[in-house]
């Protein structure tokens, strides 16, 4: 079982993540930190999750050499109050070192001592570690070639919350330098008087003062041997430069000299000038990153920076005048987003990094035929958590839903390889996101946290978008040829036009020309017209299923009484009530029709399971659980059917799974087999594909975020259970897995693709080879 895809957004936080020269991009995924490789195929693929932390990272930095070699190892921290460091070993990295600081950590950083770069691969670098925590205290840690951690000193700051530090090394010499910028708007600078590990004691030299606002970002810059540049931008919208220079006073002119401040350090005196104010943006600033290439040893003096403004600006000195101006400034104009939360060089700085509010990523990448710098596409995810997620009945695509208040759709395409990536965002609500189902291949139904259910149908645009990847004959009878929301308002309303359906062969050479939607793309054009509203439940919508066929559509709501309890079923040729279903006193918290139609399966906080057959053109109760002598004990979250009708399972809080035959329970309510899991069940899904006679393939998610794929064969009325495989908290997901879904297939292929959806905001697919689940 591999992971074919993995989708998710950056935390919206400044610092979550980093750009190596390693070419990959780390960066913080709720409590993970997943690693992106941006030179697979056009926009590049997550290719990993790690997972260790409790709760939300908040940095994520590559530890970075000043001798300019590929990262191997990287610090992230969190508000569990960890900070861990994460080392390549056999290329996979690995969680080497975990730094407990006790209290909620805002941010870390590094500095690898410069005497210890060039020592023995086999021994772990000499390292300088700076945690910030909500109360105030700055902690530096130091790790030794044997990978042992200690705290060696606590800098008390007083009433003054540290907001950002940064290290560096003194000109000249290998002595480490510490700023740390403080919420009373100035940066304190700390060095220590002796680059002896052992006697390593940080004491404050310098104050820089000059920003009126809370200091957000800071960075170092080796300019040449005996002066650094650091740059710090503000909630000011200004950026200074300040130059620490090694004892250049004569060089001054008188002005200049009135302005400078001194320090001394083991017996060296050092002077600080404020190089330049850059001002240009018109919002806070939240990130700034040097250039990180060099020409002749020295680096080239070039300044990345991001605000809440929307735009990125690069800043360079006049080569003649030495006055720093903006040379390129690129971003967004308009939309309903906020802005930027840190930016980034690539490692050959030909491609600019920011990550915004919304957790998306923008690249620009610098076009050597048109010298400029050009959108990139990029993967995207959702921000919050992931609920539900529906596969098309053809399996061309997937849609997913979140309490992020959009809904997204996710579509392969092949070039060579399959490359999995977000080619639409049909609803972008003002309510957060609960359940969807898909009707036909091109309508779905929604629900939200509000008591209304919506039907969207698919615009051509849509068709324009999926038709140059994957088959969409049957796309018929649209209605409108895009969609956009009216200010102030919740309905997506069908905008017509001219446009004319574009008319593409799928080939591999058409495959090869594709260019995948950017962010501003699926932000602004994706949206599906709104084709009807139901109005009938007294309480937000909670769950929904549909009939295979897309005739009728069940819905249920959030309820602590019989009598909103019931399953409302609705026609989708008339949208009108045809069927109210009354068997459960608590919320229904899932349904799911029968492949063939004939049964609707439903699972209730009441901790009971309904099971409705089809006759005479309605569904009637045949059969329910008691809450006494029954197999669960606890909220049953889910329910699934085989492929061909003849079972169905139901999973609980408890940590059992019955799987159950409607032929037998119409009689006795009893569970055909049941699996003890001791663990809380929140997903179930059977595979969609026939693999062999009385052979079922049931996956199943757990609360704790792990998956686990079991093998049910049925020989002579006799049910055997084997467990096929577990995916741990890094491999599937680290909070709770709300949903899983087979992918459908036309035909008979060796590899099932599972999707799953969790808490942790992540939507997977993997890729599961049944031949070995066969061999097993």
């Not at 697979?40 to 999750?49: A, D, E, Q």
């Not at 068997?583 to 918290?589: F, I, N, P, Y």
């Amino acid at each position: 079982m591999t992971t074919s895809y993995i989708s998710c957004a950056c935390n919206r936080v400044p610092h979550s993540a980093d750009w190596g020269r390693n070419g990959l991009v780390c960066f913080a995924a709720c409590h993970a930190i997943a690693i992106y490789d941006p030179f697979i195929s056009k926009i590049g693929k997550v290719t990993k999750t790690l997972h260790k932390h409790k709760g939300r990272v908040n940095t994520v930095r590559w530890i970075k050499h000043r001798n300019l070699e590929a990262e191997s190892e990287l610090l992230s921290s969190s508000v569990d109050g960890t900070a861990i460091i994460w080392t390549k070993i056999k290329n996979i990295f690995e969680c080497t070192s975990i730094i407990e600081a006790g209290d909620i950590l805002t941010f870390s950083n590094y500095l690898y001592l410069p005497n210890s770069e060039t020592q023995n691969h086999s021994d772990f670098l000499k390292l300088l570690i700076c945690t910030g925590s909500v109360k105030g205290e700055l902690k530096l840690w130091f790790r030794d070639t044997s990978n042992n951690l200690k705290c060696f000193q606590t800098l008390v700051l007083g009433r003054k919350l540290p907001i950002e530090a940064c290290f560096s090394c003194l000109p000249s010499t290998n002595l480490p330098l510490l700023a740390v910028a403080t919420e009373s708007s100035s940066i304190e600078l700390y060095a220590s008087n002796s680059d002896d590990i052992e006697a390593l004691d940080f004491v404050k030299v310098q104050v820089l003062t000059g920003h009126e606002d809370w200091v957000r970002c800071i960075d170092f810059n080796y300019i040449t041997n005996d002066s650094i540049l650091l740059a710090s931008g503000s909630q000011d919208a200004m950026i200074r430069l300040w130059k620490i220079s090694v004892n250049a006073t004569e060089s001054l002119n008188d002005e200049l000299r009135q302005k400078e401040q001194i320090f001394v350090a083991n017996e060296t005196k050092y002077n600080i000038t404020l190089e330049s104010v850059l001002y240009g943006h018109e919002g806070w600033i939240y990130g700034v990153h040097w250039y990180p290439l060099q020409n002749n040893g020295n680096k080239i003096l070039r300044l990345l920076s991001c605000s809440l403004d929307k735009s990125m600006i690069i800043w360079e000195p006049d080569k003649v005048t030495g006055i720093w101006s903006e040379k390129v400034r690129v971003g967004e104009v308009g939309g309903n987003s906020l802005g930027f939360y840190g930016c980034k060089f690539s490692g050959n700085g030909l491609n600019i990094l920011a990550h915004g509010y919304q957790g998306s990523f923008h690249i620009w990448e610098y076009s050597e035929s048109v010298k400029n710098w050009i959108p990139k596409s990029i993967p995207s995810g959702h921000f919050a958590e992931v609920v539900d997620l529906c596969w098309d009945p053809k399996g061309r695509f997937l849609i997913t839903a979140s309490t992020d208040q959009t809904t997204r759709i996710h579509a392969p395409w092949k070039d060579k390889r399959e490359f999995w990536h977000e080619i639409g965002r049909p609803q972008v609500h003002g309510y957060d996101m609960s359940c969807l189902v898909m009707l036909t291949p091109y309508m779905f139904a929604s629900g939200a946290e509000e008591k209304v259910t919506r039907i969207f149908t698919a615009p051509a645009t849509f068709k324009n978008s999926l038709i140059k990847i994957a088959d969409a004959d049957d796309f018929k009878n649209m209605v409108a040829n895009s969609a956009s929301v009216p200010a102030l308002g919740l309905t997506n309303k069908a905008t017509i036009n001219d446009m004319k359906i574009e008319e593409f062969e799928i080939s591999d050479s058409k495959n090869e020309n594709y260019i995948p939607p950017t962010e501003e793309e699926l932000m602004q054009n994706t949206l599906w017209p709104e084709l009807q509203k139901l109005y009938g439940h007294g309480y937000e919508i909670f769950s929904i299923a549909a009939r295979h066929d897309g005739s009728l559509l069940a819905t249920a709501c959030k309820s602590t009484s019989p009598e909103h309890s019931a399953i409302l079923i609705w026609s989708t040729n008339t949208w009108t009530q045809v069927q109210k279903l009354v068997s459960h006193q608590l919320t229904v918290t899932q349904m799911e029709f029968s492949p063939n139609d004939k049964y609707l399966v439903s699972v209730s906080r009441d901790r009971r399971w309904s099971l409705f057959e089809y006759t005479d053109n309605m569904y009637v109760l045949i059969a329910a659980s008691l809450k006494k002598d029954s197999l669960h004990t606890r909220i049953i979250w889910c329910c699934s059917w085989t492929h061909d009708s003849s079972f169905f399972a139901t999973g609980s809080r408890d940590g059992k799974i019955g799987v159950w035959n409607p032929n037998i329970i119409k009689s006795k309510i009893a569970p055909s087999t049941s699996l003890d899991v001791n663990n809380s069940v929140t997903a179930l899904s059977f595979s969609v594909q026939d693999i062999t006679e009385h052979f079922y393939i049931l996956a199943i998610g757990f609360e704790t975020g792990c998956i686990e794929i079991q093998k049910l064969k049925i020989l002579n009325d006799n049910f055997v259970w084997e467990k096929y495989l577990m995916f741990d908290s890094s491999h599937a997901h680290h909070l709770t897995v709300k949903r899983l879904k087979f992918r459908p297939q036309k035909e008979f292929v060796n590899t099932l693709q599972l999707a799953s959806c969790g808490s942790d905001h992540i939507v997977k697919i993997y890729d599961i080879d049944i031949i070995k689940l066969k061999d097993l």
